[in-house]
C-alpha cells in the first residue's frame, strides 16, 4: 500500500518542480490565430521576436504541422511563424460558396497575418502550394523579402510533368467529369502515398502525418474546396515570367533543397531556377515530396548555415 511514509522515500529528484529549461533547449511553439475576413486563421510561432525572421509556407494536403519538427529547431536563432490557409489545418474553413479559394486570396490573407504579427523583413521558405503563394507576396513586396528557400515548389514551365496530366485536363475543360476524375488525389491512400513515394526507408515515414491531414481532408465540404484549389492552380502558371522576372532583378539569397524522386515536383522543377538565380545554392536530395520527413536534419542545417551566413537586414 502506497503510504506517507513510502512517499517520504521518493528521491528529492522526483519531488523537486520541473526544472527551467536550460538556454540550449527548444524554443517552445506559440499556437493562435488572427481574425482575417471573420476567419480564424491558425499559425504557429516561436523565436524571440527580436531575431531574424522566417515564414514558412505549407503545400498541399497538409499545414504548418508539416513544420512542428523544424520550427523549434530554428527557433533557437529565429522568429519563425507558419500560418495554415484557409480549408487547411486548424484554420477556418468555409464551404466554396461562401468564400473565394484562390492563390491570389491566400497570398492576401497570408500576407496579412504576417503584417499582423510583425513579419515584415524575412526570410520565405516555400513549398508546394507554398510557392505561388510566397511568391505572389515576394513579387509585391520584394523590400521584404530577405532570401528565399525553395523546397519543391514550382514556378517554371519544365516543373510540370506527367503527374499534372489530368489536372491540366481539368484546366481547360472545367468539365464536372474532369474535376470528377482527381478525387482520387484526395483519398488515404493518395495522403499516404505523397509521404512515402520516392523515400529511401518509406517505413521510417511517420503515420501521424495521414493520421492529422485525412480527416481534415475528409470533412465535409473539403472536397470541393481541394477541387477548387486544383483548378485555380491553372492561374499560376501565366504568372512564371512575372516571379521569373522578380528572381532576375531582385537576386534574392535563394537556397533550393529538392526532394528529387518527387513525381509531384520532379527535379526537372529545380535546376530552371539556376537560369535566373545563379548564385543560387542547389541540393538534390534523396527523397520524396515532403522532404522534411526523411531529411529534416540535414535540411535543418542547411537552412541554419544559409541563413546565418546571409545578412537578414
Given at each position: 500500500m502506497f503510504t506517507l511514509a513510502s512517499l517520504a522515500l521518493l528521491t528529492p529528484l522526483a519531488l523537486s518542480p520541473p526544472s527551467t529549461p536550460s538556454p540550449s533547449a527548444a524554443p517552445s511553439i506559440r499556437y493562435g490565430t488572427e481574425s482575417v475576413e471573420g476567419l480564424d486563421i491558425f499559425y504557429r510561432e516561436a523565436g524571440d521576436a527580436d531575431a531574424p525572421q522566417i515564414v514558412l509556407l505549407h503545400g498541399f494536403p497538409t499545414s504548418s504541422h508539416m513544420f512542428r519538427d523544424l520550427i523549434p529547431k530554428l527557433a533557437q536563432d529565429f522568429h519563425v511563424i507558419a500560418p495554415d490557409y484557409p480549408g487547411y489545418g486548424l484554420s477556418s474553413a468555409p464551404s466554396v460558396d461562401d468564400f473565394e479559394y484562390s492563390f491570389d486570396h491566400f497570398a492576401t490573407i497570408v500576407d496579412t497575418v504576417l503584417e499582423r504579427r510583425g513579419f515584415d523583413n524575412y526570410a520565405l521558405y516555400v513549398m508546394d502550394y507554398g510557392a505561388p503563394v510566397g511568391f505572389r507576396i515576394a513579387e509585391a513586396q520584394p523590400e521584404r523579402v530577405t532570401g528565399l528557400i525553395v523546397q519543391n515548389g514550382n514556378a517554371y514551365d519544365e516543373g510540370l510533368r506527367e503527374f499534372w496530366d489530368p489536372i491540366k485536363t481539368f484546366w481547360e475543360s472545367g468539365a464536372d467529369k474532369d474535376r470528377d476524375a482527381l478525387r482520387g488525389l484526395l483519398t488515404l491512400d493518395a495522403t499516404k502515398w505523397q509521404f512515402q513515394h520516392g523515400t529511401r526507408h518509406p517505413e521510417?515515414?511517420?503515420?501521424?502525418?495521414?493520421?492529422?491531414?485525412?480527416?481534415?481532408?475528409?470533412?465535409?465540404?473539403?472536397?470541393?474546396?481541394?477541387?477548387?484549389?486544383?483548378?485555380?492552380?491553372?492561374?499560376?502558371?501565366?504568372?512564371?515570367?512575372?516571379?521569373?522576372?522578380?528572381?532576375?532583378?531582385?537576386?534574392?539569397?535563394?537556397?533550393?533543397l529538392w526532394g528529387k524522386n518527387d513525381p509531384i515536383f520532379p527535379a526537372e522543377g529545380a535546376h530552371p531556377y539556376?537560369?535566373?538565380?545563379?548564385?543560387?545554392?542547389?541540393?538534390?536530395?534523396?527523397?520524396?515530396?515532403?522532404?522534411?520527413?526523411?531529411?529534416?536534419?540535414?535540411?535543418?542545417?542547411?537552412?541554419?548555415?544559409?541563413?546565418?551566413?546571409?545578412?537578414?537586414?
Open positions: 521510417y515515414i511517420n503515420p501521424d502525418n495521414w493520421l492529422v491531414i485525412q480527416p481534415l481532408l475528409d470533412r465535409p465540404g473539403n472536397d470541393a474546396i481541394q477541387l477548387a484549389m486544383f483548378y485555380d492552380y491553372r492561374t499560376n502558371v501565366p504568372l512564371y515570367p512575372r516571379w521569373q522576372a522578380y528572381f532576375r532583378e531582385h537576386q534574392p539569397a535563394t537556397l533550393i539556376l537560369r535566373d538565380l545563379p548564385k543560387a545554392e542547389l541540393h538534390l536530395l534523396d527523397t520524396g515530396h515532403f522532404a522534411l520527413e526523411e531529411d529534416g536534419d540535414k535540411m535543418t542545417a542547411l537552412i541554419r548555415r544559409f541563413l546565418l551566413s546571409k545578412p537578414t537586414e
